[in-house]
């Protein structure tokens, strides 16, 4: 379907706030020119005439944003969350990690590999947009920018930067870094659909100063967004000071080279060890952070999220595939959930039982998924007028008892026991890219 005008009639959900979930039953949404028009009890005199794709007492919700991933590590995802060696984080890259992201200068294995992931983040239950990291290799990572755009999906998509400790080969020369990513972005910044460039060092450790500092520039310019790591784990925190004494945090390391929200907007993943200057700066620039909960707690922690969105720090949500086990965006919503029980059980209440509870809800990990990272895109994540239009239909049919439950009690149901039959539609930025009854 390439018309971009219609009304969609369903049970509109979205959360156009952090502490507000709205379900509008038997509700039109409308599209126009890839837009959102609003929500609507009733069509609205001058739609009567749009067609009207009737999904009734179906979920029709935002388009969810995975606003951390890693393309090539998707077929190893399940394999290695148990690591039987004393030194977790070194082993799990040396074992599974840089030797499959080194078969990506293969291009007939990337075609491969890359297709499935294709396919499969296309047909998941709710992603709409992404921000997903590639490899060192210019034309794997072009190729996938390729295949996401030919399907319709919409984000960006980073060629690696790493020329320092890395193994097995996998790793480029500075000057190589730098000329491939800057002829990178000239063949991709037009090109490639709703699929953008983003400047994607690994993360410090791995990137030299020399490169970091060549990041930036290219970074303004070509005004072209920055995606890392930043402050994921403790022993990753003593590895920066260790390279860098010098400075006062992780994030310095960064900031110094523009790359955290000075000159262009920067997406940083996990954040759960920021220090105060750290987390000050977080408040202060154009950064967004997306929150892993499904990779972190089985790996180095929770991170503050309601902290954060307290004190006015963007955050969405990220599966982190491989380091998350699955595509699934309402997996990482109910991993949220439960990693802020875990940080309020035994960080805030610790021995009190009368502590005051103080958890992620349903609506809060929602607008994470959805208006949260949708931030990063521009007007994304909800149905208010002026957003893009990107819509995911939900059948709950299979899911059902045999009890009249309400809406509300659905939508959670499909959160915690959805399936990929669950998905009845998908459409970004106005077009349909996902029909079940097509498939």
Known sequence: MRDKNYAIKGIVVHTPEFETIEYHDNSYVV?????????FSELPEQYKDLKVYDYTDKFIIPGMCDM???????????????????????????????????RYKDLEYANLAYQRFTDDIVKTTTTTRASIYATIHRPATELLMRKLADAGFAGYVGKLNMDRNSHYGYQETTQESLEETERWINETSEGYGYIKPILTPRYTPTCTDECMEGLGKLAVKYNVPVQSHLS?????????????????????????????GTTVPSLMAHVVYPVEKEYEMLKTRNVTVAHCPSSNMGSCG??????????GIKVGLGTDVAGGPNLS??????????????RWAFTERKDDPYYPRRIL????????????????FGKVGCFLPGYEFDAVVLDDTKLKDFVDR????????????HTPETIEAKFIKGTMVYDRDRQ
């Open 232 to 260: 994921e784990g403790l022993d990753e925190i003593e590895w920066v000071k260790s390279m860098k004494p010098e400075i006062e945090c992780y994030g310095d390391a960064y900031d110094m080279y523009g790359l955290l």
């Open 68 to 102: 951390h991933l890693h393309a090539p590590q998707y077929g190893f995802r399940g394999i290695g969350m148990l690591i039987d060696d004393k030194s977790s984080w070194e082993t799990w890259f040396e074992r599974y990690s840089f030797p499959e992201e080194n």
């Open 406 to 417: 309400p809406l509300r009690d659905r939508m959670q149901r499909i959160l915690w026991w």
């Open 361 to 376: 809800t349903v609506a809060n990990v929602f607008y994470l998924a959805t208006m949260g990272g949708g931030q990063f």
């Open 329 to 342: 965006l309402m997996r990482a919503m109910t991993d949220a959930v439960y990693a802020s029980k875990m």
């Open 31 to 39: 599209c126009i020119d890839g837009e959102c028009a609003g929500i």
């Open 302 to 311: 929770v991170a503050r999220v309601l902290d954060m969105v307290g004190d």
